[in-house]
């Protein structure tokens, strides 16, 4: 029998969205896999969950540099450096349903040169995907029409600033960890998150007013190997972490709805009360947009109309119905 | 008003002349310039917050971005500082072992703090070469930090700062290292 | 040898460079490099975790404000607005015994509800207080010691960094955290004030230069107290600026963290208008600041790079595991958690603390039925306790840095602060044994 070390790390701890299937399903699947074709190899797992080793806008770096060799590589901080994987977030209300963004991306990141390669630059191979459930409104007040928004300020942090343009909104930076304390002493008045996101957090405290608007599901990132060790592992090694990342995306995608489901039930018992922006209102708002993928389309040139065509391909194939066709005219 | 606590503030006490020590004058200055830049970028990022928080408040204009550049500007103003903080001697430490060696024997401190001043210009060049590479890479790929299509700013620029941070530290602690070792000789 | 016995090692050597006076930043680096390096045998490695801690060890907008709370510090300092809140303390409280170190106490709670970091507390009032406790006949190095004990109290008393990032890393409410800390908060200064006063009265000498003079000056009662509209003119400034601070953080016009830009910002405009700065004096206030900053945020960084060494040595994994097989109780395992935090106090700053032992603790404190606030209000004023500890307490450090007096050592101000240190541990055991201190408003 082969002992094979395996580094494997996160920037978050372990019970976070993005971390948890990787501890709860990635590592016992491998082993699992291995354990049952023949017990020839056996993986020696050293953790370094929660950010002990880095911080989270080092993911890229720790997997590629080898600081880990399997890690959680949020791509929605590279804008610089893997911008291709933001394309979800320069084309808002897609689609709420996050399995599928899970679906299209594992696809994509295997298929599609363009996605492919742009791992592999960065020294890395792509395992499996990590999505956020639907964005919403969590806020001090609900919105029924888009007037509701005028002169608001709201926390909407890097790219999520610009679902805001032309709706009258300010937005205000922040990020998971300072939402609570921004809402309760008024700098904002509510935020745009996620679900699974808002429960840890308990930002449902001092923004009891959930207003589904349906900005939809985004692309996160991805569990990623470091590429020259993963080539350098045995075959059979390789087949059980790609095998074992297909369940994982399974199980992230299952961990996500159940922790939204939870989130949703939990909030509403302390107090959380849900509201629906109507139909015309969310086509008001996302049609208001100014043309918010150009500037994306410009920093990412022709790869960047691959990947924007054949995600929003991928979308309409699975019987999603965006709001605003962001890939008209390519 | 009171001039009484005006002593403390030394002008650049840690600047040679240069007729006396030419090398460490051009050292001291360049410490000092970069130190200056600091010290005006810590007044900018004053300004920045109150600009954020006046705009957010009073114009429904908040500036975009300001706690990544604030996030930035901090290792900057590290940087920019360090190679004065070693000239002056600033670095925090807990000396009272080396004092109560001074008095026994004055040569025997230079000499540990001769050797400590060199473990200092390796460390700084430990990260001198750790960091350099990304600088010419950050150039190339023009890499950034912000949203496109709202605000980017070029990384290079604060890359850059840690490289010349680093180099001029490694030469001050190298110069505290002659310095030393200078006074070991003039010693009886 | 495993890892682990090399980890503790490093540990050893670290504490051993320390204490033979070698710059802490350079003992950290260094022996972060090489314990890297070996244990992954892998000096490449060495290098980019290097890097990246260089460039983004600190890259936190939490950090920015640390420069800007010292140049608040200086600014009020330059405009004689702490001698003047000092000369009323006095004048408040001449009669009483240690009247001065109270006031010390006293201000920074209030100043501790202004600002979210205890090294801001530090640095401004070291710049106030300790030349004030000076001129009145205090002992340079026990009055370094007070502003560096009572400069724990920013973090306790809301808003704090510190339950801010226990209250991410153990999901529980930050703004419950932030009501649980207020009495845990009091009775620390509470406790401050009655030890200042017993220990002036039992050994003087430990407090005062010229106890005799200071009782002579305390009992004089043809001192004439300062009139009314001396004092009323002398406070506004403070005043303002506590209403500027205070204010603006409660009516949401900025956050904890932006306070010290505004801070900074209202200082100077108090300075300006008391016409104490002029060009060149800003300056010079403005170069000081840099340079003081960059001594503390250089040690963040360094500490950074040596947590995470601690981390790849497998220490935080290593201590989960021995808490598990110990069999303690409830409370057994409190105390043996709080006693594992003050000794990576002593080596480690309080964010890689939490960051390190939270997400190992919390669960295993909840699984024995330990509430999530009542552990975490412990677990800060244990990890509050590393600020004052040496080899590494970052408070003590950023006290003698503002002070830069030679007569006054690192050591002495350690010293002085072990009363501080008697009083956190009394305090933190009161709270361990008496939840309701930390749930009754809750
Ligand atoms: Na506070
Ligand atoms: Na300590």
Redesign the interface.
Known sequence: QQQITVNIGSSHPEQNIWVYAMKNTFQPEVNRILEEGGNEYQVNWVESYAGTLYKFTDTREAVMDGIVDVGMVGTVWEGANMPLQNVTYFTPFATEDHRMIIEIFDDLSENLPELKNSWAENGMVHLSSLITDSYDIYATFPVSSMEDLQNRKLNAPGTSANWLRETGATPVDGALTTYYTNIQTGVTEGTLSFASGILPTRVYEVAPELTRVGIGSMYFGGIAANQSFFEGLPAPVQNAMREAAQATSIAHGDYVADLAARAIDEMQEAGLTIHELPEEEKEAWVNGLPNIVEPWLEQTGEAGEVVLKAYFDALRERGAEPLRAWDEGL | MSDEDSGEFEEDRFVPAFSEAPVGAILGSAAAALSAVGTIAIGALMLLIVADVIGRNFLDAPVTGVSEIAARSVVAIVFLQVPAAILQRRLTRADFLVRRIETASPAAVSAIEAVFSVVGAIVFALILWASWPKLPESWATAEFFGVQGVWTIPTWPFRGITVLGCALAVMAALYRTTDEIRTIRSLP | MTTLAFGFVLIGVLIAL?????????AL??VA?VGIWMIRDNI??A??????T????????L??????FV?MGLLVS?S?VGRDTFEVAEDLLRRMICGLGVATVAANTIFAAVTGVSIASAAVFTRVAV?EMKRHGYRPSFSAGTVAGSSVLGMLIP?SLLL?IY???A?????GMFIAGIIPGLMLAGGFVAMLISVTILFPGFVLEDPEGTRQRRLDRAQESMPLNVMVSKLIPIILLVILVLG?????????T?A???G??GA?VVALS???LNRK?L?????????I???????L?AASFY??ML??A?L??AIAGLVTESGFGPLGFLFFYALIILLMGMILDSTSIL??MV?IAAPIAQGMGIDLMHFGIVTVIAVEIGLLT??FGISV?TV??TL?DPSV???QIFGATLPFIAVMLAVLVIVALVPSTVTLFL
């Open positions: 320390v204490l033979l006076g070698m710059q802490i930043a350079y680096f260094g490099f490449d490695l290098f980019r975790m290097l890097e990246l260089a460039y983004s060890g600190i890259a936190d907008y950090f920015a404000t640390i420069p800007l140049l330059v004689n030349p808003p801010i209250g991410v890393l999901e529980v409410s930050i703004g603006g953080l409660y009516t949401g016009f900025f956050t904890p932006e010290g830009g505004v900074a910002f100077l008391r016409r104490s004096k300056w010079q206030v403005m170069k000081q600041t840099g340079v900053s960059v001594s503390i945020l250089l040690l960084v947590s995470r981390a790849i497998g935080p994994n960051l390190i997400p040496p080899p450090f003698h840095n830069n050592s690192v050591e």
